[in-house]
């Protein structure tokens, strides 16, 4: 019947928010009976390509084909009545009804007028034995496990639609046994010839299941490729943007400061957290900027979480000036003069609707307690200052910082730390979602203020921007710290292989 | 000037509907506006206004901060009973003026406090959290009184309720200097900044150092303080204490005045000063409505129909379509083609 045509194609798919690009010219096709994985950093523009291809929002650009012919969905419901079902990372069920209620809600068998319960038990009960799984239909949703929740929200999703299922971090909250369980039933449908789509971060179940890999980045298609033939050097140089063997700074011609800086003044060791990160050893020496680097889910914010004390360490110590401190609390942490700019901007970082004046202020009053404020004046002065040598525009103190742009809000929260003084600073993804400009002055700031010997850890997706800014390059994995890379290896090609696992004899 | 003006534009809106309304009423009722001098003391409809809106700006005044960090107090018309039945019971046991002060204002912070674990600790919907002592309350109440009306007979602590000083009766004293007290501490101080930036975004606040617990546990108890002198004047004034009717229903007028006063149930920036105005509105109305000669059975209707009419200008889609007449009559003769270009 669709013999020549693909599943589901889209072709030059384009969307903006507000006059900025989410997604630009991107293609994308899925054939039936297929697995797809569907990979990229934060901010790649998976989940707007996904909900363009499920309804949820409408494409600006570009053509989506069902089987050959164009569809338009709308809604979630068109996209569902059009063969299109999703089932998305917090499992969209209600977990206040029972299985059987779940799995008919909205299209209730019924029997004069009534709802036709044990037609709904009985249609409920051999729907999800296809599923090899077994279980009490008129229980509630609640008493089940999250894997199971899955699977019967995968089957309501095929039994609704059944052409293309698509599936949005499935295993993230999943054990080992439980995600053998669902790619069992993957593959299963795979058989029955549903094309499944298929978002996660975990690259070994890539490799696992899927059969074709599409690799969005910054909202543009890098590249659709047979797992078969992608070495996974080569998916993860997809995924962060760098060709292996590409040129870098040049890190030998830098002089071996990093060991002329003295003895580390802020250590970590053995610091880690049980389900966060594994523990790691950090030292951290004056005028010295660490990056992390690592792919999405593989614990660099976790790491940053656990030194600004967001997340308490359940083991090893921190140590600064050879004395050890405690840091379980961000006011901890601030007290021993550390500085935190969170990947999230807008609901970890600023504070919309006060003003970039108070919005400057606020860790230093924090710090300063509330019996002794900054005077408007003070903070005027402050406000200004910054708002000066940071460049943020507009240049209006007054204004509430929810109105500035992306890369003038995070100036601010960068003021808020400088103001602050700081002897750490640690940025999360500083240059996320910012234009080229600010970018810029962002990663000169830092060149900057490690001169004047403040020391940084700087996590960034952006491998160019690591070896660009770091003098040393701590690699992540699996929620590990796997390699640490500097002068002569700090490359990207060196962060991709440690990443992939396998430089990391010789970067270690 | 600049910081003045720019107070004024705040609270032009309750100071424009305040004055509507006052200017209603007095055409209304001829006299309304009148100040009398009797026996040294000011009578008068305004004096009258200002007089009976004493519990509610008390209240309102915790509430707005309370509102301010996203939150909201149900408890404190059952905080007043439960202040009041302690003061009654002190006075009737013969404790001093002082005691009897000092404790009923501890029983409030100690109920504000209880609030702030359940919020700030225990991270309970605040609406839950306070709907608790507000149900739980008044039956305190009921048992510190033993189930009657506890009436006790001293001038001293009554006078707190129907006294009057320099011609002024004393609860105004105390609602506005409450007000001046908290208003200075909270501007004075970074109190009023740091609370406005857990309200705003407790996260974000948080990781900048910010302890938001204490600031909850502070709004609280602030509230449960204000309330617990709301409840000694409503004590004193009928000289006794009735757990069953005392303060009730009063948090939702504070409530109500909070946002006639524009702060946002959201969360966020505050004016201790616009909800007064807003607190000042409704008792307006109350009184307005009793001496123009309203059949009574009327009085909570026409109340209901004045905020409604109060809030449809304040609301968001109104102020819309005001700003989008404003800016189409700015760009109307600037672009014609609008309707092509944005479609």
């Known amino acids: ?508 | 000037m600049i910081w003045f003006t720019r107070r004024l534009r705040r609270l032009a809106p309750q100071l424009i509907a305040l004055a509507i309304i006052l200017g209603l009423i007095s055409l209304m009722a001829p006299g309304f506006l009148t100040i009398s001098v009797q026996n040294g003391r000011l009578y008068g409809s305004l004096i009258d206004i200002l007089l009976r809106a004493a519990p509610v700006a008390l209240l309102t005044v915790g509430m707005t901060l309370v509102i301010a960090t996203r939150g909201i107090d149900l408890s404190i018309g059952a905080v007043i009973a439960i202040c009041g039945a302690v003061a009654a019971t002190l006075i009737t046991d013969g404790y001093p003026l002082p005691v009897v002060i000092a404790v009923s204002l501890g029983v409030g912070i100690v109920c504000g406090l209880w609030n702030g674990v359940l919020v700030a600790v225990l991270d309970i919907q605040p609406i839950i959290a306070t709907l608790i002592l507000m149900v739980a309350g008044r039956g305190i109440a009921q048992l510190i009184t033993e189930g009657v009306i506890l009436t006790f007979n001293d001038d001293t602590f009554a006078a707190l309720g129907s006294g009057s000083m320099a011609g002024i009766p004393i609860p105004i004293y105390l609602w506005v200097g409450t007000a001046l007290i908290i208003g200075l501490l909270m501007r004075r101080t970074a109190l009023g900044f740091l609370i406005e930036a857990t309200g705003i975004n407790r996260r974000a606040a948080s990781l900048a150092g910010v302890r938001a617990r204490f600031l909850l546990f502070s709004a609280y108890a602030i509230s449960g303080l204000c309330a617990a002198i709301a409840g000694m004047i409503v004590t004193a004034d009928i000289r006794g204490a009735d757990a069953n009717n005392a303060g009730l229903w009063l948090e939702l007028d504070a409530i109500l005045a909070v946002v006639v006063g524009g702060t946002s149930l959201n969360g966020g920036r505050f004016s201790i000063t616009a909800s007064l105005i807003g607190a000042l509105i409704i008792q307006s109305i109350n009184t307005g409505i009793l001496v123009s000669g309203f059949p009574p059975e009327f009085n909570l209707i026409i109340k209901a129909g004045i905020i409604i009419v109060v809030l449809t200008l304040q609301s968001p889609a109104i102020m819309t379509v005001f700003g989008f007449i404003k800016a189409s009559r700015r760009s109307d003769k600037l672009n014609h083609g609008t309707k092509e270009a944005t479609r």
């Open chain 1, 1 to 508: 019947m669709s013999g020549q045509h693909a599943l589901l194609e889209a072709r030059s798919i384009g969307k903006s928010f507000f006059g900025i690009p989410a997604l630009d010219e991107v293609d994308f096709t899925l054939q039936a009976g297929e697995i797809h994985a569907l990979l990229g950093e934060n901010g790649a523009g998976k989940s707007t390509l996904i909900k363009i291809l499920t309804g949820v929002y409408r494409r600006d650009r570009g053509t989506i084909s069902l089987e050959g012919s164009e569809i338009y969905p709308d809604t979630v419901g068109e996209a569902q009545a059009l063969g299109i079902g999703t089932v998305y990372q917090e499992v969209n069920l209600l977990e206040n009804l029972t299985v059987a209620e779940n799995l008919f809600l909205g299209r209730q068998p019924r029997r004069l007028g009534m709802i036709d319960r044990r037609a709904m038990r009985n249609r409920s009960k051999a729907l999800l034995e296809r599923y090899g799984l077994h279980i009490d239909v008129d229980a509630l949703l609640s008493s089940y496990s999250v894997a199971i929740r899955q699977i019967i929200a995968i089957a309501r999703a095929v039994d609704l639609s059944g052409k293309v299922l698509v599936l949005d971090e499935p295993t993230a909250s999943l054990d080992a046994n439980e995600v053998k369980g669902l790619f069992t039933v993957l593959r299963q449908l795979r058989e029955d010839g549903v094309g499944i789509v298929i978002i996660t971060h975990f690259l070994d179940q890539v490799y696992e299941i899927a059969d074709r890999v599409t690799v969005l980045r910054n909202g543009r298609l890098v590249g659709s490729r047979a797992i078969s033939e992608l070495p996974r050097l080569d998916l993860i140089s997809m995924m962060l943007g760098r060709e292996l063997q590409h040129i870098t700074r040049d890190h030998q011609a830098e002089p071996e400061t990093i060991d002329d800086r003295g003895a580390p003044s802020i250590q970590f060791q053995n610091y880690g957290k049980k389900g966060s990160v594994a523990p790691f050893d950090l030292d951290i020496r004056p005028g010295e900027v660490v990056g992390i680097a690592g792919l999405l889910g593989s614990g660099r914010s976790e790491t940053a979480f656990l030194l600004f004390g967001i997340d308490r360490a359940d083991s090893g110590t921190a140590t600064i000036d050879g004395e050890q401190v405690s840091i379980t609390s961000p006011e901890a942490a601030i007290a021993n003069r550390f500085g935190f700019c969170p990947e999230e901007r807008k609901t970890d970082g600023i504070v919309g609707d006060l003003s970039v004046a108070d919005n400057i202020a606020l860790a230093l009053q924090a710090r300063r307690g509330w019996m002794r404020p900054i005077s408007s004046s003070a903070k005027r002065e402050l406000a200004d200052s910054f708002i000066k040598s940071l460049d943020i525009r507009p240049a209006d103190r007054e204004r509430p910082i929810k109105f500035l742009s992306g890369g003038n809000q995070q100036k601010a929260i960068l003021a808020r730390w400088l103001a602050t003084d700081p002897r750490l600073l640690i940025l999360d993804e500083p240059t996320r979602g910012i234009d080229i400009g600010a970018h810029a002055e962002i990663l000169k700031m830092i060149e900057r203020l490690c001169s004047q010997g403040m020391s940084l850890v700087v996590i960034s997706s952006e491998l160019e921007e690591l070896t660009a800014v770091a003098h040393r390059v701590i690699v992540l994995s699996d929620r590990r710290h796997v390699a640490e890379l500097s002068g002569h290896q700090l490359t990207t090609d060196g962060i991709i292989r440690a990443i992939a696992g396998t430089g990391e004899t010789e970067a270690a």
